[in-house]
């Protein structure tokens, strides 16, 4: 092993998609990259390009995975039990609360804490 190899993801892209549960502790929106959720895997494995479902203002959006990172790395797979942030296509910072701030408003980056991202069936 090369002293600065890169280490590969846990599960090749070929595997099978399996169903998963991810818990978002916070929203932030990346300039030139989009709306970021982090959180955490609670179950199955989520796969960049991969169906899924988030509510929105109280109605269930249909989203697709556009992008994965775990500990300052893209990735194209997260397990369960990992910390993880997700960038998901048909979520946008107009979506994303604002309340009162210092020079006006500012997005309420903890508004969807608690929220849930599943596979969709």
């Known amino acids: 092993m090369a002293l600065f190899s ?3 993801d846990p599960a090749p892209d070929s595997a099978p998609v399996e169903p998963f549960r991810f ?8 300039p030139l990259r989009g709306v970021l959720l982090t959180g955490t895997v609670t179950e199955g494995a989520v796969r960049v390009g991969q169906a899924a479902t988030i509510a929105v203002a109280g109605e269930p959006r249909a989203v697709t995975v556009a992008g994965i990172e775990a500990k300052r790395r893209k990735r194209s797979v997260a397990v369960a039990g990992e910390e993880a942030g997700l960038y998901l ?3 946008t910072a107009a979506d994303i609360p604002v309340v009162p701030g210092h020079d006006g408003s500012v997005q309420d980056n903890e508004a969807w804490r608690g929220s849930v991202v599943t596979s969709a069936s």
């Open 6 to 8: 890169r280490r590969r």
């Open 23 to 30: 818990t978002v502790e916070r929203v932030l929106v990346v």
């Open 89 to 91: 296509d048909g979520i």
